[in-house]
């Protein structure tokens, strides 16, 4: 498995927004290039999110193919709107795996 880790420094008062437009383009990815999905993450760093995408290898994350959907535009253009700058921070093979697809747990559980 492939992840790509990515920064996004937004404009002030533009994170609903962004949110908003993010999971649409997510969306949009994980349909039509073959992506597992992606979470978006806010951190201590005003107006910084930090995003990681997971795919099944570095070359379907890589391969280039058009979506051909119009809300995927238009939200990639909200999305951009609100950018000051995005940066992939880390692009990372998968070498050990313990991360629960189900995250309920009872309180006696290690």
Same mark, same amino acid.
């Given at each position: 498995? =492939? #992840?790509a880790v990515y920064e996004f420094e937004i404009k002030e008062g533009t994170e609903t927004? =962004? @949110?908003e437009a993010w999971l649409e383009v997510? $969306?949009?990815?994980?349909?039509? *290039? +073959?992506? =597992? +999905?992606?979470? !978006?993450?806010?951190? /201590?760093k005003p107006n910084i999110l930090v995003g990681y995408a997971q795919w099944p /290898?570095?070359?379907t994350w890589q $391969?280039?193919?058009? #979506?051909? /959907?119009? $809300?995927y535009? @238009?939200? @990639?253009? &909200?999305? !951009? /709107? *609100? !950018? #000051?700058q995005s940066k992939t921070v880390y692009e990372l093979e998968v070498s050990d795996d313990y991360l629960?697809?189900? &995250?309920? @747990?009872?309180?006696n559980q290690d």
């Open positions: 498995m =492939f #992840v927004s =962004f @949110r997510t $969306k949009a990815i994980y349909e039509h *290039c +073959g992506s =597992f +999905g992606s979470r !978006l993450h806010t951190s /201590d /290898d570095r070359e $391969k280039d193919r058009p #979506v051909i /959907d119009e $809300k535009h @238009r939200a @990639r253009k &909200q999305m !951009l /709107d *609100c !950018l #000051v629960r697809a189900n &995250q309920s @747990r009872s309180p």
